[in-house]
């Protein structure tokens, strides 16, 4: 059992040196503060709005309007030779502008001429006066007039509702979409030349993994201790256990041998003295019971005649040469030894602790190997003093890992050191510095002009409300007057009113058209030629194409060059680069190529670090289980000839009984004679030899008897234990000098796995720095994602905030403004059937115009 017992234990203990390090906790992940978000260019996106389908119906109608692309020759024409640009080639391009100029130029002059007719028509008395004659098709034509002037209003009401709501959007958009070009501008400038303080921030975090570095060197000595505990316990345990079995083994033996000496020589001495005894008994009793007086004795002579001695221990083997082979054992205090070992071995973790402070604390001194010296030799190692033996120097010291963390610090303030940026980026900063003085009178001039569109745009707008109010007043007080005038041909004061508020309301839409449909195109031309010459060819990149052209622009807006981009490079690739996260140093042109990931490979800084702990061994000592004295014990204990000695002849003298007659059975049998006696001598005789019987049986035989199970217990001990003797011996030996010869090895290997396992710890936190560092400098601290991000952000508020709500505003205006023709129309033509009919004619298909009919007197509702 204890041989299968170390196998397993070797079996683990293998299974546990094969072991990969356990993977790390949550808190073996570093934690990096974010210091550099307040100089970030926050990316805009389009937010979904409720007046999308708007939108989206009036980039088709620009669309339509506008189907030309981009005009590629006009636009290089008008930056490189503004002189020399045709009049027909603008005209051309904006042929879609130019038909609804002429179309709102036609509405400018029809309209308001339209009204003079009007007017000089109204006071000739020839329109909007009243109905010359009653029929009966009025009241259904009064009805459709009444539906398409209510229907031609609720669409102007809607019209000027999203009008309204358009310009308020454009006038909430506008200031903050202004005002985000010059910040945009000072945050991206602001960017650029926090880059080298970003830099440092970034490098100065390495103070971040340093710092866990040590905390986890503080705490590697406890760990390593715990570990070698806990992975060499199994098989060192059992070696003691094991060991604690032979030495039990030794002294039971060696009692039980003495037991046996003992009991063997008091058997055969008490034999010799029980034999005379018992051989005058016999011949009393045998001469009694053959007296002839003696009645029915003949029936017990022939046991009384068989009362002899049986067992005769004088013939066993004698262990008396056995004895002294192992006389002054055991000379060694195997409890005391491996009480010492188990607590040596259970203090590993102090040890480990005490050991390693001085490795990583750098406190030498005189120190034994790795133990506690005890009485002559240690369970671990040698107890030797300074004079015997000099300190142990391990090849790792702390000194060397803080000079090593220390030179990696200096090796990574290098990346600070030779970051290229500063000097190139001085030109992209400058440009930025340039846009931005120059966009400022051209920004208030648009927060001007959109300060008066959104007045005119407010006041127009109130008008056509005010329109709207005079047609529903109109024929609310028209149609309430109709029902209550008797006769057609009556004068009704209500209906009156509502013939005038249509008129007034006619008056204003002529009044006011000219100055809503100048509003319209003016607002069209700018909305529209932003949506189809910027925004539709920004999303699909076509003025990056017309930019990256050589001989598009003039000379003095060389982007590529003002922005310092790469020579190989162009706006677009640099866009699409910088919008993927390229960092600056990537699009920038360079006095020689930079390349991050070479400088942020983990060896370059690791190296010395990892070569230190990777060449650290530390010198365990010499492990004893076993002293030399208590080998020597177990070893003549194995020699000493327990295994010789012939136990089955103690066994077969024990089967034999101390008399061969049971002397309390025929004493029985002669108290049963006695009763039977009529001779009272007789009688009296064979009582006085059953009780001598007795006497014998309780005073002799009995304590034989009690000697003989007492050699029984021994013998059968000894019996059991000596067939195994030497091989379990020669086991525990073997297995003892074999652990005390891997238990350094193994241990030494579980050193290196932890130092191997502490290495690849402290590696995982270099190499999160590393890659932090990477990540923080191209999508932070120097990445030129802000520029892709403004450009976006730039197309976002213009297009998305500003022009779409901007050409909304329009549309809806134009609606509310081409929508008055017909409402002045309905009103005009509905004015007629307020006020009372003139000549009150009769329709010739009516019962009245029958000759022979005398018409009855009615009233006729209308």
């Known amino acids: 059992m204890r041989a299968a017992g170390l196998l397993l234990a070797w079996a683990l203990l293998r299974a546990a040196a094969s072991q990969q ?93 339209a009204g003079m007719c009007f007017c000089y028509c109204r006071s000739r008395r020839r329109c909007g006066g009243r109905l010359r004659a009653h029929r009966r098709s009025l009241g259904c034509r ?32 506008m200031e903050p979409g202004l005002g985000a070009v010059p910040s945009t501008l000072r945050t991206l400038r602001q960017h650029l030349a926090n880059v080298p303080q970003g830099v440092q921030m970034v490098v100065d975090k390495f103070e971040v993994p340093r710092k866990q570095i040590i905390s986890d060197l503080a705490g590697l000595s406890r760990s390593v201790g715990l570990s070698i505990h806990a992975q060499l316990k199994a098989i060192t345990y059992a070696a003691l256990a094991d060991l604690q079995d032979r030495a039990r083994d030794l002294q039971t033996s060696l009692h039980h041998l003495q037991i046996v000496h003992r009991t063997a020589r008091a058997l055969a001495a008490a034999r010799a003295e029980l034999e005379p005894a018992l051989r005058e008994r016999r011949h009393r009793v045998v ?101 015997d033996h000099p300190p142990l120097q391990p090849s790792l010291g702390p000194a060397d890992l803080r000079a090593d963390l220390a030179r990696t610090a200096e090796k990574v303030q290098s990346i600070a050191d030779g970051f290229p940026l500063p000097d190139y980026t001085r030109p992209v900063s400058e440009a930025l510095e340039e846009a931005e003085h120059r966009s400022q009178p051209y920004l208030r001039e648009a927060e001007r002009f959109e300060h008066y569109r959104w007045i005119a745009g407010t ?95 003039p000379p003095s807006m060389n982007l590529t060059r003002q922005l310092n981009l790469r020579r190989d490079s162009n706006l677009s ?44 061994t530390a010198d365990l000592g010499e492990v004893r289980l076993l002293r030399s004295e208590g080998r020597q014990d177990l070893e003549t204990f194995a020699r000493s000839g327990v295994d010789e000695v012939d136990y089955g002849r103690f066994q077969e003298e024990m089967e034999n009984p101390v008399v061969q007659t049971s002397l309390p059975g025929l004493a029985r049998n002669l108290e049963g004679l006695q009763k039977m006696q009529r001779n009272s001598t007789v009688a009296g005789r064979l009582a006085a030899e059953a009780r001598a019987l007795w006497h014998m049986q309780n005073s002799t035989v009995q304590s034989q008897e009690a000697l003989v199970a007492k050699l029984g217990e021994s013998v059968q001990f000894l019996s059991h234990l000596a067939p195994h003797l030497k091989e379990r011996v020669r086991r525990t030996l073997a297995t003892t000098a074999s652990v005390e010869a891997r238990l350094p090895v193994q241990a030494q290997q579980i050193l290196r796995q932890e130092l191997g396992c502490f290495t690849r710890k402290e590696l995982r936190y270099f190499s999160q720095y590393l890659n932090w560092v990477g990540q923080t400098l191209r999508e932070d601290v120097a ?25 909304a505003f329009w549309f809806s205006l134009g609606c509310c403004t081409f929508f008055l023709i017909p409402s002045i129309i309905f009103a005009v033509r509905l004015t ?14 009516s019962e009245e115009t029958c000759p022979f009919h005398i018409p009855r007197v009615t009233a006729l509702k209308l």
Request: neutral net charge.
């Open 21 to 113: 390090c356990h993977p790390s906790s949550p808190g073996g992940v570093l934690r990096f503060t974010d210091r550099h978000a307040e100089i970030r260019v926050p990316a805009l996106h389009r937010v979904p709005s409720s007046l999308d389908p708007l939108y989206g119906l009036v980039r088709r109608c620009l669309d339509l309007i506008q189907q030309n692309p981009l005009p590629t020759e006009l636009l290089r024409t008008v930056l490189n030779d503004p002189g020399s640009v045709q009049t027909s080639q603008v005209v051309q391009y904006e042929l879609g502008y130019v038909v609804c100029a002429a179309v709102a130029l036609l509405f400018t002059v029809a309209v308001p001429v």
């Open 142 to 173: 009064r009805r459709c007039l009444l539906a398409c002037l209510s229907f031609t209003s609720l669409v102007i009401l809607v019209s000027v509702t999203c009008a309204f709501v358009t310009s308020q959007r454009v006038k909430g958009q």
């Open 287 to 387: 001469a009694l019971l053959d007296d002839p007086r003696c009645t029915s004795c003949a029936s017990v002579l022939g046991r009384a005649q068989g009362l002899q001695l049986g067992a005769d221990y004088g013939k066993v083997p004698s262990v008396e040469k056995v004895l002294k082979a192992l006389a002054g054992l055991p000379r060694s205090d195997f409890a005391e030894m491996i009480h010492q070992g188990n607590g040596t071995f259970n203090s590993i973790p102090e040890l480990a602790v005490e050991r390693m402070a001085q490795v990583i604390q750098g406190e030498w001194g005189c120190h034994s190997e790795w133990g506690h010296p005890a009485r002559g030799e240690s369970s671990w190692g040698h107890g030797v003093g300074c004079r």
């Open 459 to 553: 006041v127009l707008c109130s008008i056509i409300l005010l329109i709207l109010a005079c047609n529903v007043m109109g024929m609310a007080l028209g149609t309430y007057g109709l029902s209550k005038r008797e006769d057609p041909s009556d004068y009704e004061c209500r209906g009156e009113a509502g013939a005038k508020f249509l008129l007034v309301g006619v008056g204003l839409a002529f009044l006011f058209s000219w100055l809503l449909i100048l509003l319209v195109f003016a607002t069209f031309l700018v909305g529209g030629n932003i949506q189809t010459l910027v925004c539709r060819n920004w999303v699909n990149q076509e003025i990056y194409k017309f930019i990256d052209t050589p001989g598009n622009l």
């Open 573 to 616: 690739s640099a866009y699409r680069e910088c919008k993927s996260g390229a960092g600056l140093w990537e699009v920038l042109q360079l006095d020689s190529s930079y390349d991050l990931d070479e400088h942020l490979k983990a060896p370059k800084y690791t190296a010395d670090f990892q070569k230190r702990l990777g060449d650290f």
């Open 783 to 807: 990445s030129c994602q802000p520029l892709a991000t403004a450009l976006d952000n730039g197309r976002v508020i213009l297009c998305d905030r500003i022009a779409e709500p901007w050409n």
């Open 832 to 845: 007629k059937h307020f006020r009372p009919i003139r000549n009150r004619l009769i329709s010739t298909g």
